[in-house]
């Protein structure tokens, strides 16, 4: 077997990594700095500050699988590398939330897309926010860096059919279409990216920043949920941590005390702002888990003459901006289309219905071809975004209302993605929505998007993308870090993860995560060290 | 997180109190499934399934032991699921007692990952559907689980995809979603969407299924 685990081999040669679970007593320890989770933006700033010599303990919730674990099945993926066993919704249930949990984050499951934040948001933050240090120019070299450190380079494969039929679609109707960037090595290609890549191709933060780390000296703890930050005076003194027994959701009842000098939360949108709001973290303009943005994704299904094979294939390779920014940067909502993997679970779960119209709809899967609408939430007064608070016991929870400004772009979202599926071929489509039929035309599927109520829990709303709750900015009356991470009134404290965008990003957020993280791990790390 | 909730002990040791403010909002017709919570014990009509032999009550293997789901919410599965797989359901007796049981089983092999808050909800669901005044009155289902036609079961899912009121589309929506992906998720009903499972070459290469 010419395979080699990175992972197996480290753990192997002595990587310090111990597993919440296995602790029998409670434990102190210290470090330079504590980073809280593994994904995208805990990852980056543990390699990068343990590369410079610093002391770093790892803190993650999730627990540690890698390849002996990625089977390619949903059941066992979902239950365990997914918030919630994958049943995070918004506190109304009106919105399903897809987000990691495990070392590595939601890098560990997400779908390889890699886009740089566009030029427009972060024109946009520098004029609204005042970032000005943000500037599309500013943050190129990073961007370079992290392309290369995940290694970023566009899909050299044909797309499979799923993706096919968008660009497809888009052709016809002189809509721009381009291929993605993803971060693979070696990718077979296989479209199981979502469950946990079973080859290591992808270069998430398990195959990258999490071994660099590891092979640096830094510590990991996972089972380890990171419970409160525990201040004294204006300092974080120390963290407070509980450990989950190896079914990753029991609490064993055994704490661990973390010191150090400096406190990076990267437990991402809804996590970190959750972890401030425990930890009573000084807010005096209440800005916490406030202007959290999600993305929101509405879906179209469509039944195609020829196989599709949804379930194969590299899950993301064509994407479409012709919606995007037409609008200008703060006009009408602006959506990005994109294509999802379809395999039976999940098909099965996100097509709303049952008995013998569910099985119609599943029978049909081999042909079943999904368009994705992802609006860009948060660049329009209309557009707050949702607030993120805590429940009565402590774990954090997403109110999202879906305002009017939104509905009106999910329903022109539904009109362009019927379009382009019958331009591309489609025999009919379905739109996920509670009342929606199969139109076999176009005419009929547009009647329906104008007839049908966009109402909470009728349209099937999803979110992958979740972002701000810490945003940035250089006034502290509406932001909670600056453009550095740095929390506006906790001198060591910094924020290094999604959370920190003051809106969404109107791409897949990964590789924004990862540029930002490197910036300021790099100037946090300088800081630390001299 | 780091204390019990004081509503959850509250609830346990004084189950009259809630018992009453519960009667109070489901026959004013409140229907906030947030205010009503019934303990296992207040619905406990458990009587053994009349109409239907238990799937899970007859299960050749009951090696698996259910951590979440009580008798009464396997035997409202028992009754939801004919409607909710319908066609799917093999129709052989015996195939198709072991595919509802096994269904059930990963139903609550999978609620066991969804954490405390979520699970707090669908315990309110459940309860609400087992507790004969609130089935009747909320679900409109007027037989025990048990005794529920396959006929009835569907009206009763339609209802609450079609309803007017959120709440009922989102008590769905769980529904569905949790039965939906426990069934079609499995292996063994991969064949109904024509998934062929993961490539085999794949399969054959990959060190993780080499279990030799
Ligand atoms: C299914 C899916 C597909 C996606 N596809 C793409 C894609 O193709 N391209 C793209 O750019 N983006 C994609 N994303 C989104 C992208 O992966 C995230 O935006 C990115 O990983 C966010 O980085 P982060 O560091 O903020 O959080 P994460 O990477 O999610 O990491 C946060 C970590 O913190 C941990 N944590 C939370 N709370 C605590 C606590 N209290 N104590 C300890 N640990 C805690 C979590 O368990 C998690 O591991 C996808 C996401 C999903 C879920
Ligand atoms: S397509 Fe397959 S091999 Fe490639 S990154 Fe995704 S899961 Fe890994």
């Not at chain 2, 006929?151 to 769980?174: C, K, Q």
């Amino acid at each position: 077997m010419s395979l080699t685990d990175r992972i197996a081999q480290g753990l192997e040669s002595g990587w310090k990594v111990t597993d919440g679970a296995s602790l029998t007593g409670n434990l102190t320890t210290e470090a330079d700095v504590v980073v809280v989770g593994t994904g995208a933006g805990g990852g980056t700033t543990a390699e990068i500050l343990a590369r410079n010599g610093l002391s770093v303990i790892l803190v993650e919730e999730g627990r540690l699988y890698y390849q002996k674990d990625f089977k390619m099945d949903e059941l066992t993926s979902y239950a365990n590398l997914y918030q919630e066993g994958m049943s995070r919704v918004t506190r109304d249930g009106a919105i399903a939330i897809l987000q990691g949990r495990c070392v590595g984050g939601s890098t560990t499951v997400n779908w390889t897309s890699s886009f740089r934040t566009p030029e427009a948001t972060l024109n946009y933050w520098a004029d609204q926010f005042g970032l000005d240090d943000l500037r599309p120019a500013a943050m190129a070299p990073w961007f370079n860096g992290r392309e290369e450190r995940h290694n970023v380079a566009l899909w050299q494969v044909d797309p499979n059919v799923n993706n096919d039929i968008l660009r497809q679609g888009c052709e016809k109707l002189g809509y721009s279409w381009k291929i993605i960037p993803r971060n693979v090595k070696g990718c077979w290609n296989l479209g199981y990216c979502g469950v946990g890549c079973p080859t290591n191709a992808k270069q998430g933060a398990l195959m990258t920043t999490i071994p660099g780390a590891l092979d640096n000296n830094a510590r990991l703890f996972h089972s380890l949920r990171a419970d409160k930050l525990v201040m004294n005076q204006d300092r974080i003194d120390h963290l407070q941590a509980t450990a989950f027994a190896s079914d990753g959701i029991t609490p064993t009842g055994v704490t661990v005390t973390l010191k150090a000098r400096h406190f990076v939360v990267a437990a991402s949108a809804i996590g970190s702002p959750g972890l401030l709001l425990r930890s009573d973290i000084p807010d005096p303009h209440q800005r916490i888990g406030k202007r959290s943005f999600i993305h929101p994704v509405n879906a179209s299904v469509a039944q195609m003459p020829q196989r599709v094979d949804p379930f194969y294939g590299a899950p993301q390779s064509i994407y479409s901006d012709e919606f995007n920014f037409r609008n200008g940067v703060d006009g009408p909502v602006g959506y990005k289309l994109e294509v999802p993997p379809l395999h039976p679970g999940m098909s099965s779960g996100v097509i709303p219905g049952h008995g013998e119209t569910q099985i119609n709809n599943m029978t049909g899967l081999p042909h079943m071809q999904s368009v994705i609408a992802l609006l860009r939430d948060g660049f329009h007064p209309e557009s707050p975004g949702g607030t993120v608070s805590l429940r009565d016991d402590g774990s954090p929870v997403l109110d999202y209302p879906v305002t009017d400004y939104l509905w009106t772009g999910l329903r022109e979202a539904f009109h362009t993605m019927v379009e382009i599926q019958f331009a591309a071929g489609a025999e009919k489509v379905r739109l996920m929505h509670l009342d929606s039929n199969w139109y076999h035309t176009l005419a009929d599927a547009k009647a329906a998007i104008n007839r049908l109520p966009m109402e909470p829990h009728r349209v099937r709303l999803f979110t992958a993308h979740q972002m701000g709750g810490c945003g940035m900015g250089i006034n502290p009356e509406n932001s909670v870090v600056n453009s550095f991470g740095e929390h506006h009134h906790v001198s060591n404290l910094s924020v290094h993860d999604a959370s920190v965008f003051p809106t969404s990003i109107g791409a897949n957020p990964q590789l924004s995560v990862y540029a930002l993280s490197a910036r300021n791990s790099s100037r946090l790390a300088n800081k630390l060290v001299n | 997180m780091h204390e019990p909730n004081p509503h959850n002990s509250r609830q346990s040791q004084f189950p009259d109190l809630d018992r009453r403010s519960f009667l109070k909002t489901g026959l004013g017709g409140a229907l906030f499934l947030g205010t009503v919570s019934v303990t296992a014990g207040l619905s406990g009509c458990a009587t053994r399934p009349a109409g239907r032999l238990s799937a899970v009550g007859t299960r050749m293997d009951a090696s698996y032991q259910f951590r979440f789901l009580n008798r009464d919410d396997i035997t409202l599965f028992e009754a939801l699921l004919p409607a909710m797989i319908g066609p799917g359901l093999p129709e052989q007796p015996q195939a198709r007692n072991i595919a509802i049981a096994g269904t059930i089983e990963r139903i609550d092999a999978g609620i066991l990952n969804f954490g405390p808050a979520n699970q707090k909800e669908l315990r309110r669901l459940f309860d609400l559907l087992n507790f004969g005044l609130t089935r009747v009155t909320i679900a409109r289902v007027w037989s025990n689980w048990p005794n529920v036609t396959t006929t009835e079961a569907d009206a009763f899912l339609e209802r609450w995809r079609t309803s007017s009121i959120g709440l009922f589309n989102n008590g769905y929506i769980a529904l569905t979603k949790v039965s939906n992906v426990a069934f079609y998720g499995h292996r063994d009903f991969w064949h109904l969407s024509g998934y062929p499972g993961p490539p085999k070459q794949a399969v054959d290469a990959l060190p993780q299924f080499n279990n030799a």
